[in-house]
């Protein structure tokens, strides 16, 4: 599979068609401006400055994972397809503390993982192995550096990697595709979703149930993850972290 062809005209192009099929013409016109001032509005200097909220954990862990430093051309491409915006480290580790799993039985995997910041943060926990795809090549390149420099000390999983790929590609159907996975292999699945906007997907979806959650994340997993969260068999497993919109769109298609 090769790196996804991302210009800001190619994306301007689909996510006009994405939009005015739902929305129809006059309101993406609306929804086109809208995006536009707020990309100024982003570009402020105070807007900036306020990005840099997300900094402690960079300073910690002596890492980039920041949103205040992504490029002009990355941010507006995050505009018309999902802004990058790193996980609190707080929320990361309260939810992975609250599965309650033996960890070196599940594979991590992060869709739309940008600069990787939920990539180190799992890979303090003994997962057999970590993964993301990420869409925008700057920001997989910045992951893909974290990755590197992330002290050998700090991590419990030696097998991290980050993949520059168009998630709906391959995930078009992806519970679909998960589901077929499972009923081929059997095993344990647990679905983070963040920022759960759209949950409704996975809840109208019979093979999982939701197991916990907030308003700022769903948990979801499917009938071989026993109450306990221990894998019944010593097959991998995903657990996803959704945070991308076009999720919904793809979903459906
Ligand atoms: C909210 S950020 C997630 C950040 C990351 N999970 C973390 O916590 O550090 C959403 C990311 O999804 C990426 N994205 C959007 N559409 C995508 C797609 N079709 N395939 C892969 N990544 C995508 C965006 O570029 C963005 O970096």
Redo the contacts with the bound molecule.
């Keep these: 599979m090769n790196q996804p062809d991302i210009s800001i005209g190619r994306s301007l192009r689909d996510w006009w068609k994405r939009e005015r099929a739902a929305a129809g013409r006059w309101a993406t016109a609306r929804k086109l401006a809208h995006v536009g001032w707020e990309f100024l509005r982003d570009s402020l200097p105070e807007r900036r400055r306020r990005r840099y909220g997300d900094v402690d954990y960079d300073w910690e862990f002596r890492v980039n994972?920041t949103s205040a430093t992504v490029g002009w051309r990355t941010r507006l491409l995050?505009l018309l397809?999902?802004?990058?915006?790193?996980?609190e480290p707080e929320l990361f580790r309260h939810i992975i503390n609250s599965l309650g799993i033996d960890f070196s039985r599940f594979t991590f995997l992060?869709?739309?993982?940008?600069?990787?910041?939920?990539l180190l943060l799992a890979a303090q926990y003994p997962f057999r192995r970590v993964m993301g795809?990420?869409?925008?090549p700057e920001?997989n390149s910045v992951a893909e550096e974290n990755i590197r420099k992330f002290s050998s000390e700090k991590r419990a999983c030696r097998e991290i990697h980050a993949f520059c790929?168009?998630?709906?590609e391959f995930s078009l159907k992806l519970v679909g595709n998960l589901e077929a996975s499972l009923r081929e292999i059997p095993r344990p699945a647990y679905l983070i979703y963040?920022?759960p906007v759209f949950e409704e997907i996975l809840s109208s979806n019979s093979r999982f149930t939701k197991m916990s959650g907030t308003h700022q994340y769903s948990v979801f997993r499917n009938a071989n993850a026993g109450s306990n969260g221990h894998a019944e068999t010593p097959t991998g497993t995903r657990s996803l972290?959704w945070?991308?919109r076009?999720f919904k769109s793809s979903e459906g298609t």
């Design positions: 994972t995050g397809h999902s802004p990058y915006q790193p996980i992060d869709i739309g993982s940008g600069k990787g910041r939920a795809i990420e869409l925008l920001l790929r168009d998630a709906s963040v920022n972290t945070t991308d076009r």
